[in-house]
C-alpha cells in the first residue's frame, strides 16, 4: 500500500512562502511522475507542478518562476517551495503520484494521492 502525507501548509500573507513537503512510503514505491495539484473552492482540481523520475520538471504557467518543485529520493520526499505568494494561490494542495510515464498535467493520469494540506495566502 502506498501512502503519501502532505505537510506544510498554513496560513501566509501574501508575498510570503512556504514549503511543502510530501513523504512517500510504501513497499517497492518507485514512482515515474510526483506531482502537486491544487483544489479551491468552487473549482476544479488543478495542475501545479511536477518532477520526473529524471528529474524533468513542470509548471504551470500561473505558478512559473514562483514555485520550485524538487525531491529528495533518499527520503522519499517531495518538495513544492512557494514563494511570492499570491491570494489566487489559496486552495488545498494535494501531492500526488504516477506509475507509469504520461501527460503530467492530468488528474486521471496520476494512482495515488496523498490527503491534501491547506494553503491560505492572505491580502
Known amino acids: 500500500q502506498v501512502q503519501l502525507v502532505e505537510s506544510g501548509g498554513q496560513l501566509v500573507q501574501a508575498g510570503g512562502s512556504l514549503r511543502l513537503s510530501c513523504a512517500a512510503s510504501?513497499?517497492?514505491?518507485?514512482?515515474?511522475?510526483m506531482g502537486w495539484f491544487r483544489q479551491a473552492p468552487g473549482k476544479e482540481r488543478e495542475f501545479v507542478a511536477a518532477?520526473?523520475?529524471?528529474?524533468?520538471?513542470y509548471y504551470a504557467d500561473s505558478v512559473k518562476g514562483r514555485f520550485t518543485v524538487s525531491k529528495d529520493n533518499a527520503k522519499n520526499t517531495v518538495y513544492l517551495q512557494m514563494n511570492s505568494l499570491k491570494p489566487e494561490d489559496t486552495a488545498v494542495y494535494y501531492c500526488a503520484a504516477a506509475t507509469l510515464i504520461g501527460a503530467v498535467t492530468f488528474p486521471h493520469r496520476y494512482d495515488y494521492w496523498g490527503q491534501g494540506t491547506q494553503v491560505t495566502v492572505s491580502s
Open positions: 518532477v520526473s523520475k529524471l528529474g524533468i520538471t
Open positions: 510504501g513497499r517497492t514505491f518507485s514512482p515515474y511522475t
